[in-house]
């Protein structure tokens, strides 16, 4: 059986005195759960989360990371300074990263080896646009998207990978007034899990675990994290309060 996972992506939000708040709020009202917890945080309140969320059932993970291990990348974070103070998972190419900052299926490729070979653990992040869902495209995008950032991955390997199907149209920030339903959802993580059965074949497959991410709140979480394939979620917005977030953690409590 898979574990779900559910991640908070706080993007550019909260100082290192706000993370500390939030993770003493939400470390009583998640600590019976079977589900994994995980919050990214930006770069700056990592340290303070980390040892806030010490003696937690709380994970911690930090939104991007360079591929090279050091160098002239002037504001860049590598994987090895990530793992240098305990963080243990990192998101890949989210589609705000690859929509304002050039990231490609190719640097995500190469972040994913990166982060895989410290021992992070990537929770890397697939999604159409909504044009390309209302032309059809939806399914070839995301596969895609998906074949290009595990190539040249080991099976042992891919099964430690965490994917995100963020459909971008429905992700709350980009106002399309649009949501994706719980069968959209479900039938796109099986689009992504089939390829994976296809390429590494079905133990790999039925064992890696796939989120969505769009929209997930308290209201919606159980309905979508009770799909066949979605395997807990990617969430954005509503991770950004302790009480919203702990209900969307325990939503089969
Ligand atoms: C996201 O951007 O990863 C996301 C899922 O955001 P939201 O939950 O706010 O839609």
Redesign the pocket.
């Known amino acids: 059986m898979r574990k779900k996972v559910i991640a908070g992506?706080w993007k550019m939000n909260k100082l290192p005195n706000d993370a500390i708040e939030f993770i003493t709020e939400l470390t009583p009202l998640v600590k019976n759960s079977e589900n994994e917890v995980v919050l990214c945080v930006p770069y700056t309140d990592l340290f303070y989360s980390l040892l806030h969320a010490q003696d937690t059932n709380i994970k911690i993970g930090a939104q991007n990371m360079h591929f090279e291990e050091r160098g002239a990348y002037t504001g860049e974070v590598s994987g090895e300074m990530l793992k240098s103070i305990g963080v243990e998972y990192v998101i890949i190419g989210?589609s705000?990263r690859r929509a304002y900052y050039n990231e490609t299926d190719e640097t995500v490729n190469k972040k994913l080896k990166k982060a895989l070979s410290l021992g992070l653990k990537p929770i890397v992040c697939v999604g159409e646009t909504l044009s390309q869902r209302e032309n059809g495209l939806a399914k070839d995008v995301v596969i895609t998207q998906t074949k290009l950032a595990l190539q040249g991955l080991k099976n042992e390997e891919v099964e430690k990978i965490i994917i995100a199907y963020?459909p971008i149209w429905s992700?709350?920030?980009i106002s399309t007034g649009k949501t994706a339903t719980k069968e959209d959802a479900n039938e796109a993580i099986k689009w992504i899990r089939k390829e994976i059965e296809k390429i590494y074949g079905s133990e790999v497959s039925e064992n890696v675990i796939i989120q969505y991410?769009?929209?997930?709140k308290s209201g919606n979480a159980k309905d979508l994290f009770e799909m066949s394939d979605i395997d807990g979620g990617?969430?954005?917005?509503?991770s950004l309060d302790a009480q919203e977030f702990a209900k969307i953690v325990n939503y089969n409590v």
């Open positions: 992506n989210h705000e963020e992700i709350s920030t991410g769009g929209s997930v990617l969430v954005g917005g509503a």
